[in-house]
Nanobody, 126 residues
Framework: QVQLVESGGGLVQAGGSLRLSCAAS????????MGWFRQAPGKEREFVVA????????YYADSVKGRFTISRDNAKKTVSLQMNSLKPEDTAVYYC???????????????????WGQGTQVTVSS
């Protein structure tokens, strides 16, 4: 049974930082691209960032480029998201997801991802 478990969410003031982590089990982690998505109340789930299976390539949404950094540790089966300079518009539930895509460039469409975590709330106050 595949499980993706996010942690690290919380409440932070604008300009602050948070680090999200996602621990994977039940899948061959190093064979999956990993992504982070977010969903704000009343909005559709949107792509934030993804990293290739090797960790060699990452793709960021324009809204987070330069502020967020994704990384992965295939030995520990974890993927992390360092979020700096947070803004109130970053408030959302953040989801970790796994994509069996083995290409060099990770994908960003929600429906291309095979497995999802339960999400972790990030709230940025102004």
């Amino acid at each position: 049974q595949v499980q993706l478990v996010e942690s690290g969410g919380g409440l932070v003031q604008a300009g602050g930082s948070l680090r999200l982590s996602c621990a994977a089990s039940g899948l061959s982690f190093s064979s999956y691209a990993m992504g982070w998505f977010r969903q704000a109340p009343g909005k559709e789930r949107e792509f934030v960032v993804a990293i290739s299976w090797s960790g060699g390539n990452a793709y960021y949404a324009d809204s987070v480029k330069g502020r967020f950094t994704i990384s992965r540790d295939n030995a520990k089966k974890t993927v992390s998201l360092q979020m700096n300079s947070l803004k109130p518009e970053d408030t959302a539930v953040y989801y970790c997801a796994a994509d069996s895509w083995f290409g060099s460039s990770p994908r960003k469409a929600v429906d291309e991802y095979d497995y999802w975590g339960q999400g972790t709330q990030v709230t940025v106050s102004s």
